[in-house]
């Protein structure tokens, strides 16, 4: 995504589906970085509850 960010217009919507539990905070570290540099909108990465997956049901979604 750092490489490839810069090419998205403003107001586009990045989403990663599928970050793992074990990535969450290299996300969020990656989201701040984003905001610094990119001036985002909205970054967050986010937690979907569900009880059959709790392994990697998170989502990542930037807004340039």
Known sequence: ILNSF???N?????IIE???SDQISQFK???EELKTKY??????V???PFSDDSW????CILIK
Do not use: A, F, Q
């Open 56 to 59: 990697d049901n998170n989502l």
């Open 39 to 44: 001036s985002l909108t909205y970054g967050e």
């Open 46 to 48: 986010i937690s979907l």
């Open 29 to 31: 570290s990656m989201v």
């Open 10 to 14: 403003p107001g586009g919507i990045y």
């Open 18 to 20: 599928d970050v793992r």
């Open 6 to 8: 810069h090419k998205l």
